[in-house]
């Protein structure tokens, strides 16, 4: 199997370290992981999503009060749960017929404060 280092064409460059290379190409994670990392930043750059997650993180939710907060359709609302779901960013209960969306642990909680203590510097 060939390594990422040596598919790379070593005539664009005039120096390779090639111990550094190979070091980091082995600390990498799987491309599978890091697609997983990128589809979940991407779940955080919209908008609208990011301010359902600010607004989870203050109380736990059921759709209709996080649409009242968001001033938008409960159905608009839905389409962007179902995204943070999907990249396990949130969770839900069901309370009778009600089902009550919250932030899925503290990880999410950690990159909005760290995101935010980021944006706020």
Known sequence: MIS???????????VI???TV?????RLPEDEVIMD???AFKAFSDF???KILLALLN????VCDI?????????????????????NLVKNRREGKVIYYSIADGHVETMISNG??????
Do not use: F, I, P
């Open 48 to 50: 609208t999503r990011l």
């Open 37 to 39: 990392l990128a589809d």
């Open 59 to 62: 109380s736990e939710m059921c």
């Open 67 to 87: 649409a009242a907060v968001l001033g938008m359709t409960k159905s608009a609302v839905s389409h962007q749960l179902k995204t943070l779901k999907q990249n």
């Open 4 to 14: 990422k280092a040596e598919e790379y064409n070593a005539s664009e460059c005039s």
């Open 116 to 121: 935010m203590e980021h944006v706020l510097e």
């Open 22 to 26: 190979a070091a980091v190409c082995d």
């Open 17 to 19: 370290h090639e111990e």
